[in-house]
């Protein structure tokens, strides 16, 4: 039985791995927890990401493994690229393991929900080519449609520029969730701590990490009593492609700004327009509750 206490036709379901700079922010382990308590979504791993720092894959490890033991779940878990494409030429365990899922025989469609920088699909992608055409990556990053002035640094694409335009020259089926998308998926501080942290363990555990992140330095890009649960859509659109407006774009290139530059010779990606914030975050917050209900 499914964490939650309901299941879906198997016919419906999707394989997916999870690629996450999990301790970069306070978004990503929202975004953990709903894949793993959804019954269409077939966790086959997660992958850590680093995201620019040193020793951050490493970090993105460790909170990986802080959610599932708090969850009491069993998930493979592996260690990505300790760095951008530049700086680590070597192949991790956990784009052996992306590589390994695309080209098995199974026929349940594969979709890689990526997170933060997307050095890994990338890597995976230079390793094994022909990998492209055997799975769907919903990518949370770039600020959108070429040209586009960069009103900040985007920080996924910014982590690994090279990455960025590997895959989106790649051609790829690539579903694009921009900045400008992202940042509207705002839930407020007090919700978090009305609604979630009375969530057992886990639900304590997204708002504590939450609360200190927002009281450290790094914070200082925030709104202070509300937060934007950014990852949160890449999970969402598995698990229903329809939950935005979308539409076919020609892939832009990133700059080292991170501004979206036109690039002719791009191949189509479908772009994320907007997404329904009230459905991703009630179904993130009630999974929370029938998982609690459940243990």
Same mark, same amino acid.
């Given at each position: 039985?499914?964490? #939650?206490?309901?299941?879906?036709?198997?016919?419906?379901? #999707?394989?997916?791995?999870?690629?996450? +700079?999990?301790?970069?922010?306070?978004?990503?382990?929202?975004?953990?927890?709903?894949?793993?308590?959804?019954?269409?979504?077939?966790?086959?791993?997660?992958?850590?990401?680093?995201?620019?720092? =040193?020793?951050?894959?490493?970090?993105?490890?460790?909170?990986?493994?802080?959610?599932?033991?708090?969850?009491?779940? *069993? #998930?493979?878990?592996?260690?990505?690229?300790?760095?951008?494409? $530049?700086?680590?030429?070597?192949? *991790?365990?956990?784009?052996?393991?992306?590589?390994?899922?695309?080209?098995?025989?199974?026929?349940? =469609?594969?979709?890689?929900? !990526?997170?933060?920088?997307? &050095?890994?699909?990338?890597?995976?992608?230079?390793?094994?080519?022909?990998?492209?055409?055997?799975?769907?990556?919903?990518?949370?990053?770039?600020?959108?449609?070429?040209?586009?002035?960069?009103?900040?640094?985007?920080?996924?694409?910014?982590?690994?520029?090279?990455?960025?335009?590997?895959?989106?020259?790649?051609?790829? +089926?690539?579903?694009?969730?921009? *900045?400008?998308? /992202?940042? &509207?998926?705002?839930?407020?501080?007090?919700?978090?701590?009305?609604?979630?942290?009375?969530?057992?363990?886990?639900?304590?555990?997204?708002?504590?990490?939450?609360?200190?992140?927002?009281?450290?330095?790094?914070?200082?890009?925030?709104?202070?009593? *509300?937060?934007?649960?950014?990852?949160? =859509?890449?999970?969402?659109? $598995?698990?229903?492609?329809?939950?935005?407006?979308?539409?076919?774009?020609?892939? =832009? $290139? #990133?700059?080292?700004?991170?501004?979206?530059?036109?690039?002719?010779?791009?191949?189509?990606?479908?772009? /994320?327009?907007?997404?329904?914030?009230? /459905?991703?975050?009630? +179904?993130?917050? $009630?999974?929370?509750?029938?998982? !609690?209900?459940?243990?």
């Amino acid at each position: 039985m499914s964490p #939650v206490g309901f299941d879906i036709p198997e016919q419906k379901k #999707v394989r997916v791995i999870i690629d996450t +700079d999990a301790a970069c922010e306070a978004d990503d382990p929202f975004a953990i927890v709903q894949a793993l308590l959804s019954p269409k979504l077939l966790v086959k791993g997660i992958v850590a990401e680093h995201f620019g720092q =040193p020793h951050s894959m490493e970090d993105s490890l460790n909170e990986i493994r802080t959610i599932t033991d708090a969850m009491g779940l *069993s #998930v493979p878990v592996f260690r990505g690229q300790r760095g951008p494409l $530049a700086e680590d030429e070597g192949i *991790s365990e956990g784009v052996s393991h992306i590589i390994q899922e695309a080209m098995s025989d199974e026929k349940t =469609p594969l979709r890689i929900l !990526c997170q933060g920088a997307i &050095t890994n699909v990338a890597r995976a992608i230079q390793a094994r080519p022909e990998i492209k055409d055997r799975m769907t990556v919903i990518w949370i990053g770039t600020h959108g449609e070429a040209p586009c002035e960069a009103p900040f640094r985007e920080f996924n694409a910014g982590n690994d520029i090279e990455a960025a335009n590997l895959v989106l020259r790649s051609g790829i +089926d690539l579903w694009l969730v921009p *900045s400008q998308v /992202y940042t &509207t998926v705002t839930i407020g501080i007090a919700e978090i701590r009305r609604r979630i942290s009375c969530c057992g363990r886990i639900g304590a555990h997204l708002y504590e990490n939450l609360m200190t992140y927002n009281a450290s330095e790094g914070a200082g890009w925030t709104q202070g009593e *509300s937060w934007s649960l950014g990852d949160s =859509p890449a999970i969402a659109i $598995a698990l229903n492609p329809e939950c935005g407006h979308h539409r076919m774009i020609q892939a =832009p $290139a #990133v700059a080292e700004d991170t501004a979206s530059v036109l690039d002719p010779a791009a191949p189509m990606v479908r772009l /994320y327009t907007d997404v329904d914030s009230r /459905y991703i975050l009630e +179904d993130l917050i $009630a999974k929370l509750e029938l998982f !609690c209900e459940e243990e």
